[in-house]
């Protein structure tokens, strides 16, 4: 009997049963359905329909407006006027640019100002309110879209002098940040020729006296006075500052293009195909995306950028625009979608501000098209082999310095597996230490991510000591000593980075209001290792003297799903994320989340908490404590 062609055949079927499991375990990586169509086409055909619902809507309902079922004018949404004339002033340009006529968008506009002139209206909204009228104006359309009277209110209201002291050009109780706003609205008032250029030269003057006294060498902006908070505002600013210069008929400077270049490396190095951008700090998300694109539009237009990564930095950008349409907008309610499906952003950008945020995220979206549009991409297809370019270009770690001197500042980029990490390591000073987007972790979207404003009572990934005296401490805000070195790679021990950091105390919890304070007790010696597949932390507590503790807790919650326990080890069945282990814990355990308000991240919500223990003990001698994520 020819046994062969039975052979054969098993054999084909055994390829095809190992062809389709293999199949069944590839990660799937999320692309955006409009990735590979024009920037343009994408705004005209989705994004400026959302935009003419919204207005028609609010012109409709006026003061009742709701959106999702939440009443939009509720007093709690500062900026809305502004961002109400921004939308309507879009719509409007937009008709002019479509060759349309603009009679209805005249009076929608003007319909929109009555309504709006006598609201309150601060910072941001007097900028986005000014900006409206100045594009207006420079087209030949603000006598008529705004009525005289209306004109001369705005006039009076819109005003730098609201936030900033007129004897010392001084912001009142706002973050460093807001002096390039004030700069914004005071040379638009001049542009309008409300006012003379004295005070927009004053104010530009403070914000780059800030910044090069924060920044100093290495170029990213303090959010503080010095106290080292860095998030992705630190890396923005500069494009902000570059592209009021666009708006306003300024040049920019070579010594402001040097800093944008700065910040345009780190956007590059955070490159993907699903258009995620930043994943640390405060106001992610949507915004996260958007600072990544302002970024990259902005070094564009400023010819920073070669012809080459001109190419690449617009498919990325194009993206982070598709990405908008199919993740961030939800159809069924007609709106962006911050708060729902396990999502959270910081109660600065809650529900309540949610017509604003439409507004808000709209322009920075089709004020990015514009630029790209002027830059001759208005039908230009993006490339489709961001991800090869992306692998070619940018290195797999690369380290930043955010400020140096008695604490170490600064931010390291892994990229491996098509996941990108930012290891931050950062002070997240008076009134971010306590939430974990600003803890010393390698964020990564989806696999492992901060929680808005979480304060301490769930904190992701670091070991919490409970003293016998009451006292907690953890080790957050004071890091030095931060050094990076590349492992040698051998058979045995694969390509891997690690970097080191010294504490010389941990952080006392307590109001997330106040400042951090160093708790000298007990010191730390940290190291990570980033290898293909696999990151671990080690962590090697020190007392300074004889203490008592009364556990030592630390949790993990993680966006991996179907936990099986053994020992200290936890296995995923279902997610990126494969497997967590932990030493120096008595024992741990896992249990669903069940998507309670503490275990969403601003991309959608945790699915396992992983807690581990250590009881009590007398602390005399060193402890190590460490864990390792393994992924795919």
């Given at each position: 009997m020819n046994f062969l062609p039975r052979i054969c055949m098993l054999l084909t079927v055994f390829a095809t049963v190992a062809q389709v499991a293999a199949s069944d375990i590839a990660k799937v990586v999320y692309e955006p359905p409009l990735a590979n169509v024009a920037m343009d086409k994408i705004v005209q055909s989705e994004l400026y329909p959302q935009l003419a619902y919204l207005a028609q809507k609010l012109l409709a309902e006026k003061e009742n407006t709701t959106l999702n079922g939440h009443p939009a004018f509720n007093g709690k949404d500062k900026f809305l006027p502004g961002k109400i004339a921004s939308g309507l002033g879009h719509l409007l340009l937009n008709a002019k640019h479509e060759g349309k006529d603009l009679a209805p968008y005249l009076s929608d506009f003007r319909e929109s100002a009555e309504l709006t002139v006598g609201m309150d209206n601060h910072t941001w909204g007097i900028y986005y309110y000014l900006l409206a009228l100045y594009e207006l104006k420079k087209n030949g359309l603000l006598e008529q879209?705004?009525?005289?009277?209306?004109?001369?209110?705005?006039?009076?209201?819109?005003?730098?002098?609201?936030?900033?002291?007129?004897?010392?050009?001084?912001?009142?109780?706002?973050?460093?940040?807001?002096?390039?706003?004030?700069?914004?609205?005071a040379r638009l008032r001049m542009l309008l020729g409300w006012e003379d250029e004295t005070a927009s030269q004053r104010l530009l003057k403070k914000l780059l006296d800030h910044y090069e006294q924060h920044s100093g060498t290495y170029g990213f902006s303090d959010e503080t006075e010095g106290e080292g908070r860095f998030d992705r505002y630190s890396i923005l600013l500069i494009s902000e500052i570059c592209g009021r210069f666009i708006e306003t008929g300024m040049e920019v400077t070579p010594e402001l293009k040097t800093k944008l270049r700065k910040a345009t490396d780190i956007a590059f190095r955070l490159g993907n195909v699903s258009g995620d951008g930043f994943s640390f700090g405060r106001s992610i998300g949507?915004?996260?995306?958007?600072?990544?694109?302002?970024?990259?539009?902005?070094?564009a237009y400023l010819d920073i950028l070669s012809q080459q990564e001109k190419e690449y930095a617009y498919a990325y950008s194009t993206r982070i625009v598709a990405r908008y349409v199919d993740f961030w907008y939800d159809k069924k309610t007609r709106s962006v979608d911050l708060w729902g499906q396990g999502r959270k952003t910081d109660d600065y950008r809650g529900i309540h501000r949610i017509l604003g945020e439409n507004f808000s995220l709209l322009h920075q979206l089709i004020s990015a098209n514009d630029l790209w549009r002027q830059m001759g991409y208005q039908d230009k297809l993006p490339r489709q082999d961001l991800a090869a370019w992306l692998d070619k270009t940018q290195p797999a770690f690369q380290f930043t310095w955010f400020a140096r001197g008695e604490y170490d500042r600064a931010l390291a980029i892994y990229r491996d597996a098509g996941h990108v990490f930012s290891l931050l390591m950062v002070n997240g000073g008076a009134s971010q230490h306590g939430n974990s987007p600003y803890y010393p972790l390698p964020f990564s979207n989806l696999l492992l991510a901060g929680i808005a404003d979480s304060g301490y009572q769930h904190p992701q990934l670091l070991p919490k000591f409970t003293m016998n005296d009451g006292s907690e401490l953890i080790a957050t805000a004071f890091i030095k000593n931060i050094h990076h070195t590349e492992a040698t790679e051998t058979a045995q021990t694969p390509q891997a980075y690690e970097v080191t950091y010294h504490q010389d105390g941990l952080t006392r919890i307590g109001p997330v209001n106040q400042k951090p304070v160093p708790d000298a007790r007990i010191q730390l010696n940290t190291s990570y290792r980033l290898g293909a597949g696999m990151i671990t932390r080690t962590d090697q507590y020190l007392p300074t003297e004889k203490l008592?503790?009364?556990?030592?807790?630390?949790?993990?919650?993680?966006?991996s799903e179907l936990p099986e326990v053994s020992g200290n080890t936890i296995r995923f069945n279902k997610g990126d994320l494969s497997e967590f282990t932990v030493t120096g814990m008595d024992h741990c355990s896992a249990r669903?989340?069940?998507?309670?308000?503490?275990?969403k991240s601003p991309n959608g919500p945790m699915k396992t908490l992983v807690s581990c223990e250590r009881k009590a003990f007398s602390f005399d001698t060193p402890i190590t404590i460490s864990w390792s994520i393994k992924y795919h």
């Open positions: 879209a705004v009525p005289t009277k209306t004109l001369d209110a705005l006039k009076k209201k819109l005003d730098w002098r609201s936030f900033v002291t007129q004897t010392d050009f001084k912001l009142i109780q706002l973050p460093t940040n807001y002096y390039g706003v004030a700069f914004g609205v949507a915004y996260g995306e958007t600072a990544v694109l302002d970024i990259l539009t902005v070094s008592g503790v009364r556990q030592v807790s630390l949790e993990f919650a993680s966006f669903a989340s069940l998507d309670t308000e503490n275990f």
